[in-house]
């Protein structure tokens, strides 16, 4: 399977991709397919249910929340987290939501997301299941997903099996493994960057794929200056006090530049922010694999960063 950049790279909310953000997209694929069916008007009630380690860590991970900014219509890479975590109290307090943003419809968010700890269905650990209903009770449209990992959803067809589309978009320089990759490098001359730049051009303009990795790295960037200079203590019971900003703080005091290891000291400082803001729900980028090591209470899982910018810096200078 030939996957872009943008498929490895993903702009998105924490703290996890498998149990926030894939369940924001299930859901507002749920309620953009009741409007593609001409179902919403006629909707008056969605419940949704999740399984496995959805249910297991739902409230946690933020994937109650994420849900009810799905229904609404919310997409993780552009919803502002600070608003989207005003908008599900007002959701809970109001016991209603706006369906895709345009139908009102009653929502009790403890009743309606249904959190199934010691269930699971038979595909996929992270499944989800979304049942609509009408003014009578009558069902309108029943949706099951799965949460396979890095944010990606699987859905079904239409005789309700699971199906997964493998993007048929052929590539200039195809390869599977690293070594194939390197096979490529030799054979046409070509530099890494340069390969990886000509298949992206299989799926967009050089000025899209330009643009769009710029954005991603400025959304890396925001991330660690929000990071390095917030205060307080992360969501969940435990209390975690974020330590950014104190460490922000005593590297900008200390200017001796003699210390070899100052450079693997702001590192740690990025890391730490990044890590923080993911915990909290800020805004990231994700990349496939995440770690399970956890600073709060709702397991935030590390981001890999290192790999995403090295590749990044990497296609920018190779000719973008």
């Known amino acids: 399977m030939t996957i872009s950049a943008f498929d490895l790279f993903k702009v998105g909310i924490g703290p996890s991709s498998s149990h926030t953000v894939a369940p924001m997209r299930a859901a507002r694929s749920f309620a953009a397919r009741l409007e ?116 990606f959803v699987l859905s079904q067809d239409e005789a309700g099996n699971p199906a997964l589309a493998e993007d048929p978009t052929p590539v200039r320089y195809p390869f599977r493994t690293g070594a194939e990759l390197l096979a490529r490098t030799r054979e046409t001359g070509l530099s890494i960057s340069e390969i990886m730049l000509a298949n992206e051009l299989a799926w967009r303009s050089a000025e899209q794929v330009h643009s769009g990795l710029l954005h991603i790295w400025s959304v890396m960037q925001d991330c660690v200056r929000r990071g390095s200079h917030a205060t307080g203590v992360l969501p969940g019971g435990l209390k975690v006090r974020r330590r950014a900003a104190a460490l922000r703080e005593s590297l900008e005091a200390n200017s001796d530049s003699r ?62």
């Open 36 to 151: 593609q069916e001409g179902l919403l008007a006629s909707t008056t009630r969605v419940r949704a249910e999740l399984f496995g380690s959805l249910g297991a860590t739902g409230h946690g991970h933020g994937s109650v929340g994420a849900v009810a900014l799905g229904l609404e219509g919310e997409q993780p890479d552009v919803v502002d987290p600070a608003a989207g975590q005003a908008r599900v109290l007002a959701i809970r307090d109001e016991d209603a939501l706006l369906l895709m943003g345009k139908q009102r419809i009653t929502f009790r968010i403890d009743d309606d997301i249904v959190l199934h700890r010691r269930k699971r269905l038979p595909l996929h650990p992270n499944g989800m299941l979304f049942r609509a209903a009408g003014v009578d009770g009558s069902a309108l449209l029943t949706r099951t997903y799965y949460s396979v990992g890095g944010g």
């Open 259 to 320: 210390d070899a290891l100052r450079a693997m000291e702001w590192v740690t400082l990025y890391a730490l922010a990044v890590n923080e803001e993911n915990a909290a729900g800020g805004r990231v980028v994700t990349a496939l694999f995440r770690g399970s090591e956890s600073v709060s209470e709702c397991a935030p899982e590390p981001v890999i960063r290192v790999p995403a910018e090295a590749f990044l810096l990497t296609v920018h200078n190779g000719g973008l």
